[in-house]
């Protein structure tokens, strides 16, 4: 017998909101399929050794065993997958030969983190994934695509009524080279540092470069300095340069963040800004990185990051190089329905129009009536139990449902608008609601300001 | 670094296969929706208590712990659901007081399952339920609703190619009643019995009837008798009354099933039949119970089944009775797309056109001209790199890419049909492909003769 049964950070919602989150995922579908990428779906498991970062299994990772397994389970433990970007780069080695590259595809998936939950953070939630994977080499200009197709997706989303974001890059190549032409060596501590600069500020970051990464006053400082550029055209550049330090390898950062910026400049300003602090965590990623501020909601943290990865699948013989960027669908929907809600559904089932049922006798009637008006592609549903008048109203009403439709072979059908009051004489082969009243609609709810 | 890493079990589709998938959840959904069952979604796991049977928990549990877990997690063990009643079953007790009864929802998800893969039996597998959950108590046209919803969604799934189906209904208070009509109690032996019907035959079915029953040779033969009456009319009625047992509850359930199948029939003829074996293996079915087969295809065992259950949900206060079917995605994936393949997308892109690039300086006029195609809602994407004429086409081919843009600033922009060759001018504000190009189709495949 079924009981009720929380668990905190596993967030379910309720149907009306659910029609939220499904608007939203079509959105991102659409634009990641107008941009060429192919849907994937992977399994939820992986072998716990694939899901090591470091060559250590995190404690955030949920194991996963047969209960009563046999002795074939226990030689390959498995794991909840913690993202979609390691699922995803050993599907691309496990199928290479069947795949053409760069293979560009998207992937809107659970993926489980045993965190301690908190706002926004969550134990199980969806992610919207887009990579495009190549074979030995990936040209620099899907460092450019995969932000500004992220940007259209933020796009398409605003017509919902969410708010706008800002996609903040910068580029581990300029962040190294930087390092290194400062003369410092150890790369992890000084991204390691930099990666706090949000949460510790600028002061106990310098004191991190100097106890971790060995960084002298100067070079604190010039570190300290880069880390505060931030600039949505390429002006950026300037900036850099004039801390006068050199090396190749800043160089290659440098031309690639301009080429991003500058290209997004072109299509919507403001929209990607050069943030030289943005270092992420993950050590995978070799080349763009990326994190996204949903503006008016800073304090959510980060809603899509990502970034280059050169070496995160390879089958021995040839790499894979990628680049890829999540977007938190349940991060982003705890703003959008959760203590503040932004955004409402019209009504909390698909259905248009409820036929009345009157007399039990007339239930195969209204069935038939059901079915015509379906087949017309309108969703209806037939009130489930022979009642009055009013309840009929009653039970439309309150599930958000506009239209109620009596079925009467004398007089003929009729259709009542619930909000308005007008009914009007209706036949069952031509009555169609107005377009805005087929489907459920998603709207700002009023109030909100953002 | 990302290693091949197959387990049995957990299918996984190349993407061409996958827009088959998506195709065949998306006529699902919008069937469901049309007759106003509401999208929900739950979290993937349930604490183990709550996944139990008889108490019991099933050795197929996929058990999932924090790895490095704190004593909170231990205290409240959990595991990752088989199937989406039971999590559906506690969604509805935990949210009761958010919901409008009946309550009709539709639910597209993963469930895990750690059986001995097989042909059409997997470890991790998609399932499409519908449900319709009340409050104290459901009407009976409910369990008459439901497997005619999965028809209409069946018939929507032969627009693809995919085989048609033959849905097959008992009433377990039917059985019941018949067999409490002849004598026996120990109900659970009988229906134990009857559902390895078409697994041992008759024959063997009989003396389980004896051996775990006790039925004498007399009731044996009743049942069995019973057991093989089969028909897509209400017919069968008087065969089963013939058999001249009387009991007030083979007379609700001959009642209930003679409503299936008469409103069935009437619909449309020969895609419900009610077969008096069927009894299902779940011990909390109380009225009608369903199973589908797939037409030529019936080795492969149900594809979709379920049936009435009455106290599956109570907070101990209420009762939510409910009645539901699940249809199993990746069962009928595997027909679909297995080895002997019925079905395939036209390509394994969503892309209709690529625009080439054949220099990379003119790499940002491609993506305007991209842009401006996407704006028109086709699916659009950039030659990866610079190339010759031979190469792009070949790159489109690959992929089943059907249009080749060539943009050329002097003579204005040109696009080719790579199927036939045609090659004609275009403006990108005003080029549009045949309907039937804009997306990948799902088409049967050439010599399949299901």
């Known amino acids: 017998m079924a009981q009720a049964a929380r668990l905190s950070g596993f967030p379910e919602w309720l149907p009306a909101d659910r029609i939220v989150e499904e608007r939203v995922i079509d959105l991102l579908k659409h634009t990641f399929e107008l941009n060429g990428y192919a849907a994937l779906h992977t399994r939820a498991v992986e072998p716990l050794s694939a899901l090591a970062k ?3 299994i995190d404690k955030e990772i949920f194991a ?3 209960l009563h397994g046999d002795p074939s389970d226990s030689r390959n433990p498995m794991g909840l997958h913690f993202d979609l970007t390691v699922p995803f780069a050993r599907y691309v080695v496990e199928n290479a030969g069947h795949l053409s590259f760069p293979f560009k595809r998207y992937q809107i998936q659970p993926v489980w983190r045993g ?4 706002d926004g953070r969550f134990r199980e939630f969806i992610q919207a994934d887009i990579d495009v994977v190549a074979e030995d080499s990936l040209a620099d200009h899907f460092e450019v695509e995969v932000p500004l197709v992220m ?3 933020f ?9 706008p974001v800002r996609i903040l890059a910068n580029n581990r190549k300029l962040l190294e ?12 501590a000084v991204l390691r540092s930099l990666d706090k600069y949000d949460k510790i500020g600028p002061e106990r970051v310098g004191e991190l470069l100097a106890s971790d990464a060995g960084a002298s006053a100067a070079q604190q400082q010039a570190l300290l300095k880069l880390a505060a550029i931030e600039a949505d055209t390429s002006s950026f550049a300037d900036e850099v340069l004039a801390l006068g330090v050199t090396d190749p390898l800043l160089d290659e950062g440098l031309e690639s963040l301009v080429r991003l910026v ?6 919507q300003p403001g929209v990607v800004v050069a943030q030289l602090k943005i270092a992420r965590g993950l050590d995978y990623y070799t080349g763009s990185v990326y994190e996204t501020q949903l503006l008016g909601h800073e304090s959510l943290g980060s809603v899509c990051s990502g970034g280059r990865y050169d070496s995160l699948a390879s089958n021995g013989k040839k790499t894979y190089p990628g680049v890829g960027i999540s977007l938190g669908v349940s991060r982003l929907m705890s703003r959008l329905v959760g203590k503040n809600r932004m955004l409402a559904a019209t009504r909390s089932v698909p259905t248009a129009v409820l036929i009345a049922v009157t007399d039990e006798r007339g239930r195969a009637e209204a069935d038939a009536v059901a079915m015509q ?4 592609g309108i969703p209806v549903d037939v009130a489930p139990a022979a009642s009055k008048f009013g309840k009929q109203i009653r039970f439309a009403d309150r599930r958000g449902i506009p239209y109620v439709w009596f079925v009467d072979g004398e007089t003929g059908h009729e259709v009542k608008d619930i909000r308005s009051g007008e009914q009007v004489s209706a036949d069952p082969e031509l009555w169609t609601p107005p377009a805005e009243d087929v489907w459920p609609r998603v709207e700002r709810v009023a109030g909100d300001e953002a």
Chains 1, 2 share one sequence.
Not at 262 to 267: L, Q, S
Not at 373 to 376: E, H, K, W
């Open 54 to 56: 470091d060559g250590e």
């Open 64 to 66: 996963v065993s047969r």
């Open 115 to 118: 965190e301690r939950p908190q």
């Open 151 to 153: 940007a259209q997706a």
């Open 155 to 163: 796009d398409a989303l605003r017509e919902l009524g969410v708010p």
């Open 177 to 188: 080279g930087f390092a290194r032409g400062l003369g410092l060596d150890d790369i992890p």
């Open 262 to 267: 500058d290209a997004a400049h072109r299509i």
């Open 373 to 376: 008006l379906r087949r017309r």
